[in-house]
């Protein structure tokens, strides 16, 4: 059986046994009673956690290295139950630190992680080969327009992400309506004039009623990523925002420290603000530099950025680390030196208070972070966008109204794509029309209609989003796992997860139909 | 000004200095800049926190009691801005921990705290003056129909609460639907049988996407309280979920105790599982109980039980501790003489262990309990059940295939549904199928078929989430905002956010179309 493995260490008293306490931990995460009052032969095989290994690792105090396995199954694949298995119980507890955890790739399937990663930003900002620059707004209190003009000056400096602080809300003294849309307004006005490229990240920390509110507003004024405080939100929030909406996720490490403020207890940041975040859907992670206002070590920073960008997490892609609290520029040259290209710089108070012109301190920050990175390039790159989902940057436009031609088979303001691009996968005779949710609608699902020549075929593939077939004309045949399922016209079906599938057209007129998926979706594998 | 006046206990080192380091947090909590670097005036008397006090506790180590008050707008009086200022980037640091936060009315007011609490719960379960009886249904990985005979027999033992253990889920060992639809039958049949009321109270612990799916399935059974844990969750859902749906609300501590396992750092227990949780919504809060499994003291259980019972709070009501963890029936006799009646026992363990015959062991727990409390009454009570928020739901299988008959205009497994159940809407000879989204998939998109009889019409209504029309037959005319289109078979249309919008049949024939939509959605609202 594939297994979570976490690694704990474990300080124990002089009189305690360390074969009794693991035992205890095995118990307490999964089935909370006591080992006497299990009797089931399954629930002991397959549910309580089995003791890998015990090692000393320290004398006095007495320090143990434990790994525990766990089913995956118990966490129900889902963030808060993940969260109970890795820590739910046993924070109650004391002087048990989780220091890593390794989880199977049948498990890591299940979740998309960062749906851009560094790639998906690099590919979007057209950065390549340099740390990005960011900065917050501050301080809370200010108007609107004045954070708009300081969006504006960050923008013409250069800088490439500038975030709201995240204690920017909606409060009485300022409305994140008109926050949003001015400062997204600063930076697109930036970019139509100059080329200048700078994202800016609205805070989203709001009640659980207006997280969709406030996000579709932020879509329509077509903001490119959002930063969220998983741990003032909820976790699974990021991720649902991610998957959802698409948006490039910063990730803001609030209310996690005391996971990590005590050595003998807790989750350690490496863990939590690298691994997990990752898996949660980070694409950039906050964290506390060492050097600054927290009290991280090197060796702690280059792991989380590590964990977050490079270490293998089945085939989520990497995430930016983002040092910061205190950063000046004094730091740069270290962080050029110790973290390379792959991190975010979120330089706030010093850069504010490097210059009172903002405009002329991010030049000079910029040319700082050139200094140790100077060949980078800002040209867009040959390189394939290997993206999960193709976020959508279509030149369709948005339309109301698409009339459909009886003859051509056509939609009006729609012309037939490219199936796919990649010679390597097999198939034959069949376009793609990509109707709605590519041309900037705020949909989470994607409207396409596929059409297969006489013989024609779509590729034998799986992935973890599901198909919804509209069959429009025409006949043809689904192979659905271990299913067959012949298609007319008005019939639906329904590809579940990860099941292998394909398309025919068994009749001698064109096929044709509907496919329904989810905007923000993982890339297919071949069906085999 | 009315302020939020948290009181810190903070350690320095020799060298430091308390009002340093009393002004940083001020700094660090709201503006999140050096002093000097803050020049409006607006900023530095209304956002900064202002140190009321500072007094010295202890002089080895240095140990202070400080008291800073801050500007409740900070909090945007919403849950995950107020854990911010509370605790957001201070947790990152060391040896701060808040032992005491005073709210002013004028900041409770934005708050409903407990729906039910201690004299809503004693209403509806007719127990006066002896404290509730409560359970868990363990261990995971029994079988539904083996959890609803736990179920049946704690209930015949005249058991008050049983829930499911923080643990169960929707896992592939144990399905969330038939465990909730068998546990909440057992204690329903028992009810009709005996008279005897006790409560299942189901874990709420999934995917963001899947809260309302879930909670509106254990609605739809009577189910009258949810278990729910903030911390895995978000601590903001736990008070959604009571507003919105009015469960009552046990809320359990998983994942919270790095708060307080360290004396030094952190938020004080009896703050985080008394003070706040009450705000956050809980009617019964868990908690690890002196004596047991855990480390608390009973002068801290005490502590928690007043904040969570007694204390004022504004006008929020009373709710239960829950005193938990390793308790047995030995315990019963110091949780009576300690915390009197107003407290939920919850004993999972040692009853299950006490007999092999759960209905006998939960009759000797209740008169151990009513050797205490002889003098309590059980009548019945007629207080009206408030709920709210009607998403749809269907009890359809999910299906891979579904025929159309082109006769009937139907799908096979599908039947069709009211369009709308509020009567006070207007709309006319209207028809909806609920085809893909309903019955078990996890696609971002609900795929339905509307079909409108010659002069019928939509509702004329607006919301912010988008539609996607596919015209299947006949022939319609869409108002959508300003303008008019005519749709005939496979026309497409978008109806983009918040535009008022109504479809009408304009011809002697059946008119349907598709309409798909995200499945995380806003209510519509009228469209004028």
Known sequence: MDTIDI???????????????????ALEQTVELPDELVQSAFIRKSIIGKVQSINQVNEKPHLYSVIIAYNPEISGHNIPQLLNLL????????????????????????????????????????????????????????????????????????????????????????????????????????????????????????NFEEIERTLDYAKRLS???????????????MRYISKQYGFIIMAHPA???????????????????????????ADISVYPNTGGRFGFTLDECKEINARLATKPLGKLKGAFGAPAGGMSIDNIEDMAKHYGPDVVYLIGGALHGYDTNLEKATKIFMEKIALYFNEYKTTPTDKQFVSACEIGHSSSKLLE???????????????????????????SKITRHELTGKNGE???????????EPNGYSSFEKHVHEHVIICLKGEGMLKCGQNTYTLNPYDIAYVPPSTPHQLKNTSNETFGFFCIVDHVRDQPEKGL
Chains 1, 2 share one sequence.
């Not at 403020?261 to 898996?279: D, M, N, P």
């Not at 088979?409 to 198939?427: A, E, H």
């Open 87 to 206: 820590y739910g119980n046993i924070s109650l507890k004391n002087n048990i630190k989780i220091v890593n955890v390794a989880f199977p790739d049948s498990f890591l399937e299940h979740f998309f992680g960062p749906a851009y990663g560094i790639s998906g930003i690099r590919q979007l900002t057209g950065i390549w080969g340099r740390p990005l620059f960011s900065t917050a707004l501050k301080p809370m209190g200010l108007e609107p327009k004045e954070f708009a003009a300081i969006a504006k000056s960050f923008a013409l400096g250069g800088g490439d992400i500038i975030k709201d602080d995240h204690g920017l809300d909606n409060q009485s003294f300022s409305n994140f309506y008109e926050r949003v849309a001015r400062c997204q307004d600063a930076v697109s006005t930036v970019y139509a004039k100059t080329g200048q490229k700078t994202l800016y990240f609205p805070n989203i920390c709001v």
């Open 442 to 452: 705020s949909t989470s699902f994607d409207l396409r209609y596929f059409q297969i």
């Open 7 to 25: 690694t704990y260490e474990i300080t124990i008293r002089a009189d305690e046994d360390i074969r009794t306490i693991c035992r205890e931990i």
């Open 223 to 237: 903001v490119e990523g959002v930063l969220v405080s998983p741990f003032l939100m909820g976790a699974d929030i």
């Open 401 to 427: 109204y698409m009339k459909f031609n009886n003859t051509s088979c056509m939609w009006s303001g729609r012309q037939p794509v490219l199936y796919k691009t990649d010679s390597n996968i097999d198939f």
């Open 255 to 281: 209310l996690t420290g005391t996971f990590f403020s005590y050595s003998a207890h807790g989750i350690s940041a490496t863990v939590l603000l690298g691994t997990l975040f990752r898996l949660f859907g």
